[in-house]
């Protein structure tokens, strides 16, 4: 699925993978969240509630650009860094977007990732 990803000024290019775990995140969209660093990896917010990942591998390892859910923690991540391999990772994304820029976001940025056609015809918030 495609999607859009507002992050400071910019719209971000980006797509869902086809999983259970990326179907779950389709459902909460459009969605907007204040996005925190996190060991210098990855901006991550906690979704406002936990989804199964029944169905997906119990570890992975993500790469810079991708789009990740972290079930422990319940959160959403859009990596900057390589975390290397960790249980419950699940990559569900990736977005195009200059990694300098996204690491550069303050915490607490606001970040808006929707369906890319509610962003083009005006229905995301």
Do not use: C
């Not at 999983?19 to 995140?25: F, G, H, K, S, Y």
């Not at 060991?39 to 990942?53: S, Y």
């Not at 029944?54 to 992975?60: L, N, T």
């Not at 690491?103 to 995301?124: F, H, K, N």
């Amino acid at each position: 699925m495609k999607i859009t990803l507002h992050l400071g000024d910019d719209l971000v290019a980006g797509e869902l993978y086809d999983n259970p775990v990326a179907d779950q995140v389709a459902e909460l969209l459009p969605l907007k969240a204040a996005f925190d660093d996190f060991h210098d990896q990855e901006k991550l917010p906690r979704l406002p509630r936990a989804l199964d990942v029944s169905g997906v591998p119990r570890a992975d390892a993500p790469r810079p650009r991708e789009i990740g859910y972290y079930a422990p923690g319940s959160s959403l991540v859009l990596y900057h860094a390589s975390p290397g391999r960790w249980p419950g990772l699940v990559r569900i994304g990736r977005f195009s977007h200059p990694l300098v820029r996204l690491r550069a976001l303050p915490d607490g940025a606001r970040i808006t990732i929707a369906v890319a056609e509610q962003a083009t015809t005006g229905t995301s918030p």
